[in-house]
């Protein structure tokens, strides 16, 4: 399963490092790993992607320039780290394990999601 964790409480502007980690039963090896959002009342987005070889990326136009996506596959982990935070940031955040070695933006992309970390961002 997924485990992702280093959400809480921040301040506009303030940055937070969100980390998920794979169990040796779904290990993210050869896939890629996303980043989706789900705030109150809408709908899952995606956040940002990541190829399995760590060369390809893709961001949200919403995140773009602030967060960034990484992954260590020595430690079956893939970070967000999240900088200049707004309050539209606020969701809970979930990271997903691709179908394939790139995933793209849609949750049809990928099969094996983490429980969520609650990211909120006062103004």
């Known amino acids: 399963q997924l485990q992702a964790f280093g959400g809480g409480l921040v301040q506009a502007g303030g940055s937070l490092r969100l980390s998920c980690v794979a169990s040796p039963r779904r290990t993210s090896a050869g896939n890629a790993m996303g980043w989706f959002r789900q705030a109150p009342g809408k709908a899952r987005e995606f956040v940002a992607t990541i190829n399995w070889s760590g060369d390809t990326t893709a961001y949200a136009d919403s995140v773009k320039g602030r967060f960034t996506i990484s992954r260590d596959n020595a430690k079956n982990t893939v970070y967000l780290q999240m900088n200049s935070l707004k309050p539209e940031d606020t969701a809970v955040y979930y990271c997903?394990?691709?179908?394939?070695?790139?995933?793209?933006?849609?949750?049809?992309?990928?099969?094996?999601w983490g429980q969520g970390t609650l990211v909120t961002v006062s103004s």
């Open positions: 997903a394990r691709g179908l394939s070695a790139y995933a793209g933006r849609s949750t049809s992309g990928y099969r094996y």
